[in-house]
Each structure stands twice: as C-alpha cells, then as structure tokens.
Nanobody, 120 residues
Framework: QVHLVESGGGLVQSGGSLRLSCEGTGNIYRINNMAWYRQAPGKERDLVATIQRGGETHYVDSVKDRFTSFRDNAKNTVYLQKNNLKLEDTAVYLC??????????????WGQGTQVTVSS
C-alpha cells in the first residue's frame, strides 16, 4: 500500500518561514508529477505549486517569489519551502502525487494534510 506522509506544519508569525515535507512510502515503483494544494477554512482546495519529476516547477501568482518546491527522487520526497509567510497563507496544505506502483500502472494519491497557521 502507498501513502503520502506530510510534516512540517505549525504556527508561525507573519514574515516567518516553514518547510513542509511529503514522503511517499510503501510499494512505489516511481513517483512522477507532484503538487502542493491548500485549503483554507470554508474555501475550496487550491493549487499552490507543481513539480515534475525532473524538477520543473510552476507556482500560482500569490506564492511566486516566496515559496519554492524541490524534490529528492531517491527519497520519494517533495518539499515546500515557504518564506515571508502572510496571514492569508493560513490553510491545510496537502501533497498530491502521481505514483506508479508498477511499470505500467499509475495511481494518484493525496496526503492527509498539515496545518499551517500564520499569526500577526
């Protein structure tokens, strides 16, 4: 069975930094595209960043120049470095991945989410 396990959330003051991690565990043949989403209370789940297996990234405008995503394919892990955090970054952050469990079979997985709270 495959799981995505997130860590690194917490409470941080406005202007501070946090690094989130998301590790794939279990029967993994290969992890392809990965992404970070976030969901604030009462709002829809929104895309934050995507990262391809080769490291190519895309960010939504609201986090550009503040968030950086990178990955370690050998560890099946993706990271989200978040700097200059703002109150509006408060949300549950979720990891998403397209994971091959064999050479010919790919599934999509979500992490359980990690809470990030930014205070003034």
């Amino acid at each position: 069975q495959v799981h995505l396990v997130e860590s690194g959330g917490g409470l941080v003051q406005s202007g501070g930094s946090l690094r989130l991690s998301c590790e794939g565990t279990g029967n993994i043949y290969r992890i392809n595209n990965m992404a970070w989403y976030r969901q604030a209370p009462g709002k829809e789940r929104d895309l934050v960043a995507t990262i391809q297996r080769g490291g190519e990234t895309h960010y939504v405008d609201s986090v550009k120049d503040r968030f950086t995503s990178f990955r370690d394919n050998a560890k099946n892990t993706v990271y989200l470095q978040k700097n200059n955090l703002k109150l509006e970054d408060t949300a549950v952050y979720l990891c998403f991945a397209e994971i091959q469990v064999s050479a010919n079979y790919e599934l999509v997985y979500w992490g359980q989410g990690t809470q990030v709270t930014v205070s003034s």
